[in-house]
């Protein structure tokens, strides 16, 4: 998918951010909605013009648990730059990938934990929103999906 943030409040100042979600089922996520087993749902945050990602898993963790946060990291993009994300699965290993720009992001092993099968035998939609606690100008453009490589 390949978007661009044109504006968006800075989060030391304000409680905002855009997301950008890979879910197994017509869902929207929201923070007051607990989301059923089955996705990776991206906020991404204005770091003083930079982008920030939190990575969030929602699948069966075992143990009850169903979210847990994966990695937070600095994208190579700033706000008003077009990026590109894409969630990939390895054929071999099949472990999960999360790419910015064509480059790993996760490159610890941070989404090892999220199951290989999530999407297995499921259609994978790709949800966009947004929030800003003040009301403040907010703004983004999608410019492609693909399920293409």
Known sequence: MELT???LADGAV???WVSVSFLD???FFNIFNTLDPGGVVTLLRN???VL????????DFGG??????????TLDADVGEAFAIRLKRDAVSGKWGYYVNGTRLDTGGELDDLPGGL???KNVYVVVGLHNANGGLTSFT????SSGE
């Not at 920030?52 to 699948?59: I, L, S």
């Open 119 to 121: 999407f297995d035998g």
């Open 142 to 145: 999608v410019k492609r999906i």
């Open 64 to 73: 009850g648990s169903t979210q847990r946060t994966l990695m937070v990291k």
């Open 25 to 27: 089922a017509k869902k």
């Open 52 to 59: 920030k990602a939190q990575v969030d898993g929602y699948a």
């Open 5 to 7: 943030i044109g504006e």
């Open 14 to 16: 304000e409680d905002a």
């Open 47 to 49: 770091d003083g013009g």
